[in-house]
């Protein structure tokens, strides 16, 4: 396997690779050496569009496909920036993406065309290659096989240092902002995430997560390349498309983010649930429930990691990592949990014989990098969140977690996951981690709420199962039963949703849903003003009641 320093040397070292390198959805196959060619010619007829006395950046605002990745491989064959361009945004928001990132050419198709149309898109505006129409045939035809050869010897001397991707964060907490990525950087990625996961030559790696987005390219497509596997990508995710499609591929691997496997576990079963090849699956922010019970349904075991596009903190599980812990101190970073207020390192966490968190106010802090950010490469011109990521020399993450004895670290949420109920504080995760073993819901999201008497009550928005409804007499009675459910966990409003909202990438996010408080159509459900009630319609009458100005009336009032 090659040790390169770039991902122009790693696509390099494929050239004369005859071995399988991508299986499209309509079956057809491409070897690695093929694939290169093409990217070659790609990167030699985007030259002539390029002002090279300006950032090279190439906008893809494509689904996940051969065209995608061929653009990826011309992008670091050439020295050029891939920014993946997130077709969910709209009008101005999706133009002001474009505009800030000084795209120079936008690389789509027929439906991104149309997304794009009398848009403000700066100086891409008169440079838009459309993938899917004629005139692509022509563009990529007028390239001479010397000027391909060429451009391949100037590749193989291309700077680490050269940047290649542009990714914008999930907007999870506001704002998408654009990380950057160097080939050096992503070339350590791939070989150090193609170690941890096994990734081998004879690996098939389904891809059904955005290639816009860092999961798929440094978690799945980086490590591919690293170790000559195949890649088969998937135009976007399908829960009904997934076991058939990795039937289809024979694939080995994949990743998920967020809901996904939500989504696969609501699906009805099937005989042939476990008839496939599929060995690993690996990726953030599945629940342990979820987890627990994809192995048990598809014999798969997924491996949940830590990490982000900016790379200031990636932590991988180990073997003897426990059950539902994130994993160690990576090598060569010093992360610890640290008190945002005090800078201190929190308290190693303490467990009671039923597992639950006993000392979680002291323990749960924010995980940091405090030997610095050298992996994290920036933001595209946001020196102003480049310096809260960076405060004091350390790499905050925004991220809660806590500790335990053994240095093992667990997720407790993001930063902005905070409650303060009776003057205690709490972080959303663990509560989320023991919400999402109840049966009946599907994903769960935790968040406070504002309280007449101060302070907050805890809310759990849930997605429910397919097909069932909300018991309000049966999930109190569940509560009780869960010996690990902290004394101020239990949520005193339960929010029913449709469906909990995401990101593009398909993370739960709840920014929309705290701003909305208790003010919305969805049913909820509470627990009465002393949280010790069945759980019964919050109506008009029930509102009125929480929203008292004088709570000590009301906790004193008659049920």
């Known amino acids: 396997m090659p040790d390169a320093t770039s991902i122009s040397e790693l696509l390099l070292s494929r050239v004369a690779d005859h071995g399988l390198g991508l299986i499209e959805p309509n079956g057809t196959r491409w070897s690695w050496g093929q694939l290169v060619e093409h990217s070659a010619r790609i990167a030699v007829a985007a030259s002539r569009l390029l002002d090279w006395s300006a950032p090279p950046h190439l906008g893809v605002l494509l689904p996940n496909g051969k065209e995608y990745l061929d653009w990826l491989g011309a992008a670091a064959l050439l020295g050029a920036t891939i920014v993946g361009v997130n077709p969910t945004r709209r009008g101005e928001q999706l133009a002001a993406d474009i505009r800030s990132v000084d795209c120079q050419i936008l690389i789509t198709d027929e439906e991104g065309a149309a997304l794009l149309r009398g848009l403000n898109l700066g100086a891409a505006k008169n440079n838009i290659v459309q993938v899917d129409s004629p005139s692509y045939i022509q563009f990529l035809e007028d390239v001479e096989p010397p000027v391909i050869d060429a451009l391949l010897e100037r590749a193989a001397v291309l700077d680490p240092a050269t940047l290649l991707l542009l990714l914008f964060t999930s907007g999870t907490t506001g704002t998408p902002k654009a990380v950057r990525c160097t080939q050096g950087r992503l070339a350590t990625i791939a070989r150090t995430a193609g170690a941890n996961y096994g990734f081998t030559r004879d690996d098939i790696c389904y891809c059904p997560m955005p290639l816009f987005h860092g999961n798929a390219i440094m978690a799945l497509w980086a490590p591919a390349l690293w170790a000559g596997a195949a890649i088969a990508p998937a135009p976007k995710f399908s829960a009904s498309r997934w076991l058939p499609d990795v039937q289809r591929t024979e694939a080995t691997k994949f990743t998920y983010v967020g809901k996904a496997i939500s989504y696969l576990l609501s699906t009805p079963p099937t005989a042939g649930d476990r008839e496939h090849h599929v060995a690993m699956g ?203 459910l902290g004394t101020k966990w239990a949520p005193m409003f339960v929010r029913v949703v449709e469906q909990l909202p995401t990101t593009a990438t398909g993370k739960l996010t709840k920014v929309n849903l705290k701003a909305e408080g208790i003010d919305t159509l969805d049913p909820i459900y509470w627990t009465g003003p002393r949280r010790n009630n069945v759980y019964e319609v919050f109506d008009s009458a029930a509102k009125t009641r929480f929203t008292s100005s004088d709570r000590s009336t009301v906790e004193k009032a008659p049920e």
């Open 282 to 484: 690996f990726g953030t922010e599945a629940s342990l429930a979820h987890r627990d019970a994809f192995a048990e349904r598809f014999g798969i075991r997924l491996i949940e990691g830590y990490g982000s596009s900016e790379g200031g903190i990636n932590v991988i599980a180990t073997p003897d990592t426990p059950h539902g812990a994130l994993g160690p101190c990576p090598p060569g970073m010093d992360v610890v949990v640290v008190d945002p207020l005090t800078q201190r390192e929190c308290p190693r966490a303490r467990f009671d014989i039923h597992g639950q968190l006993t000392n979680a106010s002291d323990a749960i802090g924010e995980l940091v990098n405090t030997s610095g950010g050298s992996r994290f490469e920036g933001y595209y011109e946001r020196p102003d969140a480049e310096a809260e990521r960076l405060r004091n020399g350390w790499y905050w993450s925004g991220d809660l977690a806590y500790r335990d004895e053994a240095g093992f670290f667990y997720f407790a949420g993001r930063n902005g996951d905070w409650l303060r109920v009776d003057s205690e504080n709490m972080a959303a995760g663990p509560i989320e981690a023991v919400l999402n073993r109840y049966p009946n819901f599907a994903s769960v999201l935790v968040y406070g709420v504002s309280s007449p008497s101060g302070g907050e009550e805890v809310l759990a928005a849930v997605e429910l199962t397919e097909g069932v409804v909300f018991n309000g007499a049966a999930f109190s009675g569940w509560l009780t039963e869960q010996e690990d």
